[in-house]
């Protein structure tokens, strides 16, 4: 039996050909021909079933036999915003696996201090389109543009808001004990943490000061724990 070929393609209902990154993995690699069956996803909530219609150079054309609506794996909408490392290969390591695990939002934040103020957010995109496919999830996660701590913070969430940090003075909760099974938007700074003021800034707008545990992680580490903390807590809620 052969192993079922997924590929990205936004509006898949609407076009007829696979897009050109897509294109070429198809023929090239997989060498994929006409009459050849592939499944799409949309990255909205929907995989297909197709056929090749037609391969010639970086062009690859196809059919939608069947349409396949999915059930999300949980309820709410899961936001993870975090200052990129200095080394931006964690924070690829990061999207790549938080995007397995099930995750709706990617923000980037710039800190007082943050190492690093700038970032390409089409490398991490790529990355998770990528993981997207390999776990085969029916929704992508929005990748968003690096954005300062400030203006992240007041702008509206829906939902439960959280900023994690270490500041013994500043009172805290565990993540666990306090997060719900509605959405959430969960802050993680830098490699030196947010500023004691960010922190304050950010509860004055509504978001809840928790912790982690009691050890330290790093920035990368303490994303991803984020996001298996919100799933492990929505599985709890809505089995």
């Known amino acids: 039996m052969k192993e079922e070929r997924f590929f990205y393609v936004p509006n898949a209902i609407e076009a007829s050909e696979l897009p050109q ?45 069947q349409t396949m609506p999915q059930e999300r794996s949980w309820q709410g909408h899961l936001h993870i915003a975090m200052a990129p490392t200095k080394m931006m290969e964690r924070t690829e390591w990061m999207a790549e696996k938080a995007t397995e695990i099930g995750v709706d939002e990617f923000s980037f934040l710039e800190c007082q201090f943050s190492e690093r103020r700038q970032m390409r957010s089409d490398r991490i995109e790529k990355i998770v389109v990528s993981a997207t496919k390999q776990s085969r999830k029916a929704w992508k996660p929005q990748v968003n543009e690096m954005q300062s701590f400030r203006s992240f913070i007041e702008q509206p969430r829906e939902g439960q808001k959280f900023i994690c940090h270490c500041y013994n003075e500043i009172p805290r ?3 666990f004990e306090v997060l719900g099974g509605e959405s959430a938007t969960v802050l993680i700074g830098p490699e030196g943490d947010f500023s004691i003021e960010e922190v304050k800034m950010a509860m004055e707008h509504g978001y809840q000061s928790v912790s982690l545990g009691t050890q330290r992680l790093r920035t990368e580490t303490a994303a991803l724990s984020s996001v298996m903390i919100m799933q492990l807590t929505h599985r709890l809620f809505y089995s």
Request: charged content about 35%; overall charge negative.
């Open 21 to 65: 990154d897509e294109a070429v993995h198809a023929i090239r690699v997989l060498r994929l021909k006409e009459g050849d069956t592939i499944y799409l996803m949309d990255g909205e909530g929907t995989f297909y079933e197709a056929v090749v219609t037609m391969t010639t150079g970086k062009r690859c054309s196809y059919e939608i036999r």
């Open 173 to 175: 909760k565990d993540l």
